[in-house]
Each structure stands twice: as C-alpha cells, then as structure tokens.
C-alpha cells in the first residue's frame, strides 16, 4: 500500500485577521502573544497531529463518515503577504492547501486581495475561514467548536446579521472570479469556495476547518500526497543556534530524509553538504518558538525540520534541497535542483527596474506581476540591498526605469543614502501589489511632468485683443492692456499679428499688479513684450493670436486631451486639428 504524506496547509491573508490566532487556538498555543505587536513577522511551520485533528472534529467526522488516512495537517504560519508564493517546488507550490483568514466584519482587506490573485496565479485550492463572529452584535459563545452547534443556539437577529455579512464577502469574492457559500450549503467543492465562521477567540468553527482541510486534502489531492522516496524540501530561514552554529529551518515537502545524508540545496553556487542532526519540534508547537527539539534519526514528510550542516554561509530562504541517494549521479541531482532555481527567469531587459525580495518564491511573484503589468526588468536577485544594484538602476537612462523595486526588503539608512547620491527611487513594501501601484503612480507623476514641460516649451492657441486706452509704456519693455479673448495665455508665447508677421514673445503677465504665470478666456490683463512699439510694431487696438509653429502643432495634437476646450476650438478653427 503506498503511503500518504500529510497535506501542507498555509494561513493566508491581511494583517490581524487572525491566522496565528486559529493555529494557537487549533494547537493549544499561544504564540501570537510573542509577537512583535502581536503580528506574525516571520514564516514558519507546526504540525497538527491526526490525534488532535479528530479530538477537536471527531464528532463531525463521525456525522460525515470520513475517516482520515494520513498523520496529520502540516501548517505554515505566515505573515499573510504573498504568503505561500514563498515556498516554491518545481511545478508550483509547497502548500496543497491554502486557510484563507478574512475578518467577517472588516471583509477583503489589501493583503486578502493579494493573497486571493496569487491562489488564483498558482490555481491553489483553498478554503476560508471568516474570523471573529465572537463580535457579531449579540452573538453568545457556547463553548463548542463547532460551528453547526453554535449557530443552532443563536437568537435570530444574530443569525440574520451572521448572514449579511457572509453574503456581502461571497460578493467581494464574485469579483475576482470565485462562487463561494457557507461550507454545508457547498453543492460542489470543486465549484465553490467554502465559508467556515470562525471565532479564534471562542472556538467556534475551529472543528468545521479542520474537517474541511482534512476532507478536502484526502479527498481531492491523493495523487499529490503520495510519499516518494527522495526526501525534498525547501529552506525557511537561516539562523544561528548557540552550540550549534548555523542552522537551517525548513520544510520536508516529500520523501524521507536521514542523519548523515548527502543533500544538495540550490542557491546562485549550489551547496553540497551532509546533515549532522535532525531536529523537529514537538508536535502542535511552532518552529520559531520550541525550545525542545527532538533529534531523529530520519524525518518523513511532511514536516518542520532544524537541520544542523556546514557550509550554510550562502543559502538563501526559499532556496529548494533534496536528498543524494547513493544510487544518484551527484552532478546529476545538482543540475536537477538548480534547474529548479532556475525556473526563477525573466527576460532581462537593457532598460528596466532592479528588484530585490527575501526569497526566490517572493522573487518569482514579483517577477510575474511585474511581467503582467509589462513593467521591464535588468536585475532580479534575493538578498539585501547592494551598491551592485544602485549601479544597475544607474545605468538606465529612462527615468522611469531609475528605480529599485523591494518586496520584504528593507531599506538602510546608507541605502537611502545611496539612493539620493544616484538619484535613484526605492518602493519598498511587504505588499506586492502596493509596491506596483506605488511604482505606477510615479510613472504618473513622471509623465505628468513630461506633459507639462512639453507644453511648457510651445505655443499655446490664444487669440488677444489690446486695450488702447491702456497702453502704460509704448517699448523698451512694451506694457499695454489685453483682453484674452479665447485660449491661453501664459509667459514666452510668441504672438503674431492678423498678417501673420511675428511680433515677439510675452514676456510677463499681471494682473490686479501680481505676476501671474497664465490667463484664461475672459481674464483682462497687462502684458509685457521686449523689441516691440506699440503703435508700429502692432497697432494700438490690435488683435494678437499665438504663433503655432509645426513643432507646436505635434505637441499640441498629442496633448489635446490636456488642453482647454477654447483651445481646442481655436486650433480647429485654424485647421490644425
């Protein structure tokens, strides 16, 4: 009979929805407290055994006539932004799952939304858990951890407004192309998304997530949760344990893995190494927080492992390893795991932003959405910000391109520093899609800039007429009186008169004894022009249009749009539109 390995389950969604808040209730944990602001900041993983999962839903399963044939749910805890995109294997993600957690109240937040595009990208089934129905006005918690329980003892307005709320998040989900409904009302798990209410707080629901992931994983992943026999995996994080050196946290996707293997983990130089020790935390406690781990002899997936080498030094998080059987040709497996990194590619552009991001999963996400925004790329690399990479941004000559992109990467002060010294923008987020808007609302303001300069530098169509009777100094500099008849006027116009001889450029415009830098249709005001004599060069009651030139004319013709409307009516009346 071939064995089954434990689904992998990641939390995804917006900050202080309550992800690490499910996991400590589901767990017995209370890792959220030892956050930083109580808000996960770093990726990590517990395992959840089948002992526990049928403690908290075994009655439910019992009701559903399911009975689980694996040993238990992986999950990783993450902080919600591009979430599982970070752990990355050939073919797609690490995760077999996805728990989307979505405030009831709050909705689809920034961070829902972006992890919603990339479980649609990776095409990552997932289940959602509407959190926090403990603060539904008038909900009574019954000290279940079922949800069918609970709701069968709520009043019912409370039902109502449960019910409202539900319907108004299927809504927001329609809009990115998913049907979704409340779990036991799902006609089609293939078809539709299921809502589980939830309350970390309380209880409620916890039962209802567990038999879902577990039923759905079993169910319709049976394939993709065979256990091989090549032990692979993907690192989670560097670190340095004292006694132990360098140690490399991670996540045993499939197979099996020893103390004293060979492993081969993929990075820009590939690294060879062989496993000193194994350490797992217990089960239901986090990897980031256990302190008494448990050597093995030998991990089957899926689990959290400490492994304990040399020559950790270079790796990099999200970087995949896998087992060297003595069977296997060694150049052979490393070809196969950088062909792995590998498929982190992009087409590198001579013109295009650099970007930077925590790991290769981070990175490739980026890479995609940039792609599909058809923003070019020069450089893409995992890691910290370099002077390497302001020399890069430096070498593009398009403006919009002098900028370095950072998901998950934060800048230093000498970084901003360098930044300023090479004129060079950072967007910095951990949030993809912020960093992308932030970046396109620049190139807004760039080509905004470039609209003004461009009709800055030409005629724009006016039509004026002198005031004779106010005529305040004939030349040397002409000041007279004009009405603008239509159009706009502003500084350096160059007008001609109805015989079209050029006259001369405007040279200040006041009114009410203020400069001012243009004048609209309508406005009476006093003109300033050098090399001109009223009453020679033009007469006193003279009527003065702008000179268009054919430059002008281009310039115009593209920015039309930018144009007021009495200019646009002037530049057809003269045929030049």
Do not use: C
């Not at 990194?341 to 890479?367: H, M, P, W």
Request: aromatic share 6%; no cysteine; net charge positive.
């Amino acid at each position: 009979m071939e064995k089954i390995r434990s689904p992998i389950v990641t939390t995804m969604g917006h900050i202080d929805h309550g992800k690490t808040s499910i996991l400590d209730r589901i767990r017995n944990t209370n890792v959220t407290r030892t956050e930083a602001g109580e808000i996960t900041q770093h990726i990590s993983s517990s395992f959840v055994p089948l002992e526990t999962i049928k403690k908290i839903a075994g009655s439910l399963m019992k009701k559903f006539n399911f009975d689980p044939k694996f040993p238990g749910l992986l999950f990783i805890d993450t902080p919600g932004h591009a979430a599982f995109v970070n752990l990355r294997k050939r073919g797609g993600s690490v995760a077999d799952i996805a728990l989307l957690v979505i405030d009831i109240n709050e909705g689809i937040k920034e961070q829902t939304e972006e992890s919603i595009k990339v479980l649609k990208m990776y095409k990552t089934p997932f289940v959602v858990a509407l959190n926090k129905i403990d603060k539904i006005q008038g909900w009574k918690p019954t000290g279940s951890l079922s949800f069918l329980e609970a709701i069968s003892k709520q009043k019912g307005d409370t039902k109502m407004i449960l019910e409202q709320k539900l319907y108004e998040i299927v809504g927001q989900l329609a809009e990115y192309g998913f049907e979704s409904e409340r779990f036991d009302r799902v006609y089609d798990f293939t078809k539709q998304v299921a809502l589980i209410p939830t309350s970390a707080k309380t209880g409620e629901g916890i039962a209802e997530i567990l038999l879902l992931l577990a039923g759905l994983s079993q169910k319709f992943l049976g394939e993709r949760l065979k256990l091989s026999d090549i032990g692979r995996g993907v690192v989670l994080e560097i670190k340095e344990m004292r006694g132990l050196g360098l140690v490399m946290d991670s996540i045993l996707f499939d197979g099996v893995i020893k103390r004293n293997d060979r492993i081969v983990i993929g990075g820009v130089e590939p690294v060879v190494t062989k496993i000193k020790a194994l350490l797992v935390p217990r089960p239901l406690q986090d990897i980031r927080i256990e302190k008494k781990f448990k050597q093995m002899n030998e991990v089957i997936a899926a689990a959290g492992v400490r492994i304990v080498a040399n020559g950790l030094e270079n790796v990099i998080p999200g970087a995949p390893f896998r087992v060297v059987r003595e069977s296997d040709d060694l150049n052979s497996v490393i070809k196969e795991v950088q062909a792995e990194i590998g498929e982190v590619q992009f087409k590198r552009e001579s013109e295009g932003v650099v970007i930077k991001a925590d790991t290769l999963g981070s990175l490739e996400a980026l890479i995609k959405m940039l792609e599909n925004e058809n923003i070019p790329i020069k450089k893409a690399e995992v890691g910290k910000l370099t002077k390497e990479d302001f020399v890069f941004a430096d070498l593009n000559d398009k403006e919009e391109y002098r900028a370095i992109l950072m998901f998950n990467v934060v800048p230093t002060d000498e970084n901003k520093k360098m930044a300023n010294d090479y004129k060079i923008r950072i967007f910095s987020s951990n949030v993809i899609y912020r960093i992308i808007e932030e970046y396109k609302e620049w190139l807004i303001e760039i080509r905004e800039r470039r609209i003004q300069e461009a009709l800055e530098k030409v005629n724009r169509p006016v039509v004026v007429k002198v005031l004779p009777d106010y005529i305040f100094r004939r030349s040397d500099p002409a000041i007279f009186g004009a009405e603008v008849v239509k159009g706009y006027l502003k500084r350096g116009t160059e007008l001609k008169r109805e015989d079209g001889r050029v006259v001369g450029r405007v040279k200040d415009i006041q009114k009410e004894n203020r400069s001012i830098d243009s004048a609209l249709s309508g406005d009476r005001v006093a003109i300033s022009m050098e090399g001109v004599m009223v009453g020679r060069t033009f007469r006193d009651n003279a009527t003065l249009t702008s000179n268009i030139t054919n430059r002008d004319v281009v310039i115009l013709r593209k920015y039309a749009d930018r144009l007021t409307e009495d200019e646009r009516e002037l530049l057809k009346e003269w045929g030049l539109l």
